[in-house]
């Protein structure tokens, strides 16, 4: 195949031996007329008529055979026959048939065994050109003649494909070897009628089924077809990805072209010597040549997610055939892989290309928010009664299903069998419910309004990508894992670039929405605090413990250390600044809390006659919830107390909904109706997390006639310093955020466990308990207590996120704690005395990040001493106390009264929920320590400590910890380094009460699997949780 002929001692009868006789032939197609081409057309449907009415009978005898070894069989020779009449059919009419059998050998898996074998005969031994026609379409096109440009000229193709084959030659002029592409003669008319066929048969199916329209796709085809007959466009994405994958050292090979030799038909390119990828399936090859399999498809999938999200490049047929290998000792797993044949390739503008990359980063995150708003960029308009966010959920699980982990053939056949039953219970149960015209639709993009053809080609490359994975046997290759690093890549450098942050979506461009002004404080720096609070947080970036953090510290009012590090997240490096806002999280509610206190406070002075007969500001905390929510708690005489509410002693915590999900967390009239049919018992303190913010936005909106929590918050805080805001979207706020790689593998247990959910879900059963405990409802679904759903950008308060997507910065927050007038209002109500309240649960220590003890009106109490052991041993004036609030995920406001004559604040807010708490207690420790003070709230007690690890031993969280590889495992996950195991049994004891304290929270759960969640929850809680 590679010998070449010298043109100038070429006889006529050198090119009619050429091409051996068994070597089908192209025989050309320029000069086919009308009736020839209609002739061909009738002859396809009539065969895709006859291969229908054979598989038809197929499964009817089928049905009548047990299942078998005969019925087995049966089905063999079918799928045999059909494979060998479509392939005979291919090689005989060509054009569009030949790349549709390409693809379909690509379905390993998706199809049956018989028909991607068959067909993978087309993307090697395809019908080659004459060398008479080679030789006239290259004088056409370049005007010269091939004896003029090379001296030898291989006559048999080295390669032929189902629009040009290629040919070896040594250029006259420099002697050098090349290849050379060449278009086969009448390919144009023959594609341009293959796509007016494949029109005709769409119309006549959406006339039949208006539900199976693919005009569309058909559309796009053959927009792109001019642009694949023209060998300059080609010539060009082979230029552009070339110059990427070299300049970022990809050990993937692309041709280089030649400068001078190419035109519409033809062009000159460098000669590459490969053998076929499919020899990764042969051990042998594997054994002799020491070639990792594995590490070549890694870097094979790494160089189109680098130029996919680098340039926007999107090569849309990687089949064997356009995929081959150069042995290279020196090259990641010992070989080298070469992507030939850019005839089909998309390109993407930026705002495409970078959005595209979003939602890739955004799915290895599990971040949902931040998925649909990304799709919602790039077109994608979702049928407004359908898209809930239950059906966000499904859609995002899905999606994270097509990107998972390769695996073998035999379960990709049974994913795709689960997928169609699921699809056709789908259809049945929507026609029982009367719904036929959007739900019972039988598209498999039912949901969509319009699918933007933007995507198409990156859809198309990972489908035929993904084939070719499971064809090479690569199982377990993590896909999203390989691609989301290119993709994060891509979005940090735009992200450096202000012309393009000033004009993209996804970096809030076009958001209106305008932040509040920071507070406007008297400053005085510190230059000794702020010098070590900027080198401790230096430290703790390099570290990777901090990606984006503020802090504030004021004495009196007076600011005295303002101290801004990071970026915006891991994506968006954009610097943080003092006017950055930082997701709330659950902090919400404790701000909620004292607005509510300084609405009552207020409205009881005028004398409201909501409150007649309350004598003292103080009493207001005894009275029940049920005197201004009758319906709270079943009865308002047996309602528990606003104090009980406040301090987390009404038994909220095992109050969440029977079926509590994300959607819940915008969904406050469902949670307040629920919270009117439940009968709550006050008792013991269980921190109530995320179900008192919906108590207390009820509350408000009673008491003051407000409705939107946001702007109640807004119209009593912000008079006292506090720059509260909604998500702009602007780049002005943090977007909560944790290490990528924790969640970017998707594994089968995830896309079972995600059925599973979705099983149990259309079931719809109403029998069983109305509601769960935290524990209980965040190990059934941990998304639903996933911080990063705080991460909606919203232009109105209709995303409610139980408060968490709310925004402020930590000058903000110092501001508020450190005003005079909020001491007054609560010393007043008596709600800073210390109460009974403390939370002593493994649960409680983590949501509170270790102050688990409560003032009457719901601010968790700070201990400190005086860091002079011998001098707390003789005076009780070395320990005093703070309040404020804090929490697991991060943020945190302190204020402690006596540390410092005026009275000391400490604000911090962090974006990474990861290590975002040990940053904070590493921080807010050492600023005490300048005061002369230690933190006492942040050492573990022993009693939690045996609970913890008493949990461990449900059989529900000790899978969690072998999934995540056991304690030093997860410990190596938040240091970055391998930790040996601990001589000291306690500090192993610590580490595994962490991992449970955080494990039973689940938080900050991200998965869909227990397993995986499991693991992911463990690691934040020993981030959180281990003793200093």
């Known amino acids: ?115 991607t074998s068959e067909m993978t005969s087309l993307t090697d031994r395809l019908p080659v050109s004459k060398p008479e026609e080679v030789f006239r379409i290259i004088r056409e096109d370049l005007k010269y003649a091939p004896s003029d ?65 693919f005009r569309e796709i058909i559309d796009e085809m053959e927009k792109a077809l001019p642009y694949e007959l023209d060998f300059r466009e080609e010539r060009r994405a082979l230029n552009k990805a070339g110059q990427v994958l070299r300049s970022e050292g990809s050990s993937c090979i692309i041709p280089r072209v030649h400068r001078e030799y190419w035109g519409r038909r033809v062009f000159v390119m460098e000669y590459i010597d490969a053998q076929p990828i499919l020899k990764l399936l042969e051990p042998q090859f594997l054994r002799d040549f020491q070639v990792d399999k594995m590490e070549v498809v890694r870097s094979l999938v790494d160089a189109f997610g680098l130029m996919a999200f680098k340039v926007g490049l999107y090569h849309a047929d990687p089949h064997s055939g356009n995929v081959r290998l150069v042995l290279d000792p020196s090259a990641p797993g010992g070989a080298r892989p070469v992507i030939f044949d850019w005839g089909q390739f998309k390109e993407c503008e930026d705002e495409e290309r970078l959005t595209t990359a979003k939602v890739i980063h955004c799915l290895a995150n599990f971040d949902i928010t931040g998925v649909f708003e990304a799709l919602s960029v790039l077109g994608f308009t979702f049928k407004a009664d359908v898209l809930n966010e239950d059906m966000r959920r499904e859609l995002f699980e899905r999606a994270r299903g097509v990107m998972k982990d390769t695996v073998n053939k035999a379960v990709v056949r049974e994913n795709v069998q689960h997928d169609l039953n699921e699809h056709k219970e789908r259809v049945q149960r929507a026609s029982l419910e009367g719904d036929k015209k959007t739900k019972a639709s039988r598209s498999p993009i039912w949901f969509l309004e319009e699918l933007p053809r933007c995507v198409m080609g990156f859809l198309r490359m990972l489908q035929i990508l993904r084939g070719l994975c499971v064809a090479l046997d690569a199982e377990g290759l993590p896909i999203l894992n390989i691609l989301a690093k290119r993709a994060e890549e891509a979005l940090q450098q735009a992200s450096l670039d202000p012309e393009l942050t000033s004009k993209l979506k996804i970096f809030g461009a076009h958001h209106t929405r305008r932040l509040p002004s920071a507070p406007i404080l008297r400053y005085s720096p510190s230059s000794p605090l702020e010098s070590l609070v900027q080198n401790a947080v230096s430290r703790l970036s390099a570290d990777r413990r901090a990606v984006g953090v503020q802090i504030a510290v004021m004495l009196g009012t007076q600011l005295v250390c303002d101290v801004t590090a990071g970026t915006l997240s891991n994506s968006d490096l954009r610097s943080c600044t003092g006017e950055t806002r930082f997701r709330l999280l659950d902090l919400s509610a404790g701000l909620g809390a004292i607005a509510l206190l300084r609405c009552l406070r207020r409205l009881h002075a005028k004398q409201d006659p909501l409150f007649a007969g309350v004598d003292k500001p103080e009493d207001l905390l005894r009275l029940p919830v049920g005197h201004f929510w009758p319906d709270f708690g079943g009865a308002p005489e047996v309602s528990p107390a606003l104090g009980q509410i406040l301090t987390h002693s009404a038994g909220l915590q095992d109050a969440f909904p029977s079926k509590f999900s994300s ?65 702009t979207g602007r780049g002005g706020e943090a977007f909560v955020c944790r290490p990528m790689d924790i969640l970017s593998r998707v594994s089968m247990t ?259 699997d227990v397993a995986r969640r499991g693991a992911f929850l463990v690691a934040q809680g020993c981030a959180n949780l281990l003793p200093m």
């Open 1 to 115: 195949m590679g010998e070449l002929s010298n043109l100038y001692t070429l006889r006529p009868e050198d090119l009619e031996k050429a091409i051996p006789a068994d070597l089908p032939t192209w025989e050309t197609d320029a000069h086919l007329g009308w009736w020839d081409f209609q002739k061909r057309r009738w002859a396809t449907l009539w065969l895709m008529r006859s291969l229908y009415q054979q598989l038809t009978t197929c499964s009817s005898e089928a049905q009548a055979l047990e299942p078998g070894p005969e019925q087995d069989k049966l089905w063999h020779e079918c799928y045999k026959t059909v494979a060998k009449t479509l392939k005979e059919h291919a090689e005989e009419a060509k054009g569009c048939f030949i790349k549709a059998g390409q693809v379909m050998s690509t379905m390993v898996g998706l199809l049956p065994d018989e028909v």
């Open 663 to 727: 959607s819940h967390l915008d969904k406050c009239a469902d949670v307040w109706d629920h919270f009117e049919k439940v009968s709550l018992v006050p008792g013991d303190c269980r921190y109530a997390y995320l179900l008192q913010v919906f108590v207390i936005a009820k509350l408000c909106s009673i008491v003051s006639g407000i409705h939107s929590f946001h702007q109640f918050l807004v119209a009593e805080l912000s008079p006292l310093g506090l720059d509260l805001s909604l998500p």
């Open 750 to 1008: 995830e896309v079972q466990a995600s059925r599973e959910r979705r099983r149990e879900q259309n079931a719809n059963s109403s029998e069983g308990p109305q509601h769960q405990s935290l524990l209980q409802a965040a190990l059934k679904d941990p998304l639903a207590f996933d911080p990063l759903l705080g991460n909606v950008s919203a232009d109105d308060d209709a995303a409610f996120r139980a408060g968490m997507s709310l925004t402020a910065s930590a000058k903000g927050l110092a501001a508020l704690f450190s005003h005079p007038e909020l001491h007054e209002e609560l010393s007043a109500l008596r709600a800073l005395s210390p109460s009974e309240a403390k939370d002593s649960t493994p649960l409680g220590w983590f949501l509170t990040a270790g102050a688990t003890s409560f003032t009457t009106g719901g601010l968790q109490r700070f201990p400190l001493r005086r860091r002079c052991l011998a001098l707390a041993k003789c005076s009780r004036g070395c320990r005093r106390e703070g309040w404020g609030f804090t929490s697991g995920l991060g943020p945190a406001v302190f204020h402690f009264p006596h540390a410092a004559p005026e009275g000391l604040t400490i604000a911090i807010t962090v974006n990474n929920v990861l290590s975002g708490q040990g940053a904070v207690r590493e921080l807010v420790t050492l600023i005490l320590a300048h005061f002369g003070w230690k933190p006492t709230w942040t050492s573990m007690p022993v009693r939690t400590m045996l609970d913890a690890k008493q949990m461990l031993d449900q059989p529900e969280l000790q899978s969690v910890v072998a999934a995540a590889g056991g304690i030093e495992v997860i410990r190596s996950m938040i240091s970055g380094e391998p930790k040996e195991k601990p001589e000291d049994p306690h500090e192993e004891a610590a580490a595994a009460a962490a991992a449970a304290a955080h494990v039973a929270a689940a938080a900050a759960g991200a998965a869909s």
């Open 149 to 213: 440009i090379f001296s030898s000229f291989g006559l048999r193709p080295v390669a032929s494909a189902s629009v040009a084959q290629v040919h070896k030659a040594i250029l006259k002029s420099t002697g050098v070897v090349v290849a050379v592409k060449v278009q086969h003669e009448g390919v144009d008319n023959l594609l341009m009628e293959d796509v007016s066929t494949l029109n005709t048969v769409a119309s006549q199916v959406a006339y039949w089924c208006p539900d199976l329209d």
